[in-house]
Structures are given as structure tokens and as C-alpha cells.
């Protein structure tokens, strides 16, 4: 059985920091992407960074460019997202998911196989 598991979120002041862990498990493929979305209240669900274990490619959303890096540990199959300089914006439930097919966007919430059940991120400002 597949499962993604998310850790990591809480309440953290603006400006400051935290990182959240994704353990994928059960399942046999060596290329891979994991991507972190997140929904804020009352919004769209959002891709904000991608990882793809074949070669290590990344991918943000513009709006957390420069502020998180994502990184994994393939032997461990986890992914992390280091959240640095946060905003009230970047609020949200934080959401890790596996894409084993890869045939569609990286952010598209369509394409992805297995969900974690989300972790709470909530920046005050």
C-alpha cells in the first residue's frame, strides 16, 4: 500500500522559518516527482515545488522562489521543503503528493497518484 505522510507545520511568527518532511512509501519506481501543494482558506489549490527523483530537477512557484528549496534523500524516499522568510500569505494547508506518471504538468493536482493528508502551516503576522 502507497502512503505519503506529511510532518512538520505549526505556527511560526513572519519572517521566520520551518520544514516540513514527506515520507512516500510502497511503491517500487525509481523516477518519480514529489510536489508540495498548498490551499489557503477560501483558495485554489496551489503548486508550490517539485522534485523529480531521476535527476533532481526542481520547480517552484514564483511565489516562494527564493524563499523555499526543496530536497530529498532518495534512500530514505523523503522529500523536504525548507520554508524560510514566510509570510501570513504562505498560510495554508501544505500537501504532499506523488506523481509516479509524470504526464502532466508539475503542478497540475490532477495528475498526481497519492496524497498525503496535509499538514497545517500557519504564518502570523
Known amino acids: 500500500e502507497v502512503q505519503v505522510v506529511e510532518s512538520g507545520g505549526g505556527l511560526v511568527q513572519a519572517g521566520g522559518s520551518l520544514r516540513l518532511s514527506c515520507a512516500a512509501s510502497?511503491?517500487?519506481?525509481?523516477?518519480?516527482?514529489i510536489v508540495w501543494f498548498r490551499q489557503a482558506p477560501g483558495k485554489d489549490i496551489e503548486g508550490v515545488s517539485c522534485i523529480v527523483s531521476s535527476d533532481g530537477s526542481t520547480y517552484y512557484a514564483d511565489s516562494v522562489k527564493g524563499r523555499f528549496t526543496i530536497s530529498s534523500d532518495n534512500a530514505k524516499n523523503a522529500v523536504y521543503l525548507q520554508m524560510n522568510s514566510l509570510k501570513p500569505e504562505d498560510t495554508a494547508v501544505y500537501y504532499c503528493?506523488?506523481?509516479?506518471?509524470?504526464?502532466?504538468?508539475?503542478?497540475?493536482?490532477?495528475?498526481?497518484?497519492?496524497w498525503g493528508k496535509g499538514t497545517l502551516v500557519t504564518v502570523s503576522s
Open positions: 510502497g511503491f517500487t519506481s525509481d523516477d518519480y516527482a
Open positions: 503528493a506523488l506523481d509516479l506518471t509524470q504526464a502532466a504538468g508539475w503542478d497540475d493536482e490532477g495528475g498526481m497518484d497519492y
